[in-house]
């Protein structure tokens, strides 16, 4: 089983990213993605299950959208206005824990390998 993440970068504040997320092996019922500051804990950013419902960071509602291809076994974050506070690395995970959880990084036990996103103020 395997996510490859895609899509990070340099942009300036007030710019837009596209991660991806491809998923192989499996797929999920819940892809979710999450950032990561240096010596920071890991941070949900948003989240969407098999049926499409999404969830998100109430400070990124409005900017980002996350979305996925279940034909493609693929997960999607469009980033819009993004703010210096933005950058971080970006993990894309999968798992199928309840809906309750589906907040919690330790309910995903499938994870990719990060992408940096960098956005200059």
């Known amino acids: 089983v395997q996510l490859q993440a895609s899509g990070g970068g340099v942009v300036q504040a007030g710019g837009f990213l596209r991660l991806g997320c491809a998923a192989s092996?499996?797929?999920?019922?819940?892809m979710a993605w999450f950032r990561q500051a240096s010596g920071e804990e890991r941070e949900f950013v948003a989240a969407v299950r098999r049926s499409g419902h999404t969830y998100y960071k109430e400070s990124v509602k409005g900017r980002f959208t996350i979305s996925r291809d279940n034909a493609k076994n693929t997960m999607y974050l469009q980033m819009n206005n993004l703010e210096s506070e933005d950058t971080d690395v970006y993990y894309c995970a999968g798992g199928d824990g309840i809906l309750s959880a589906i907040r919690a990084a330790s309910m995903y036990r499938y994870w990719g390998q990060g992408t940096q996103v960098t956005v200059s103020s």
């Open positions: 092996g499996r797929t999920f019922i819940n």
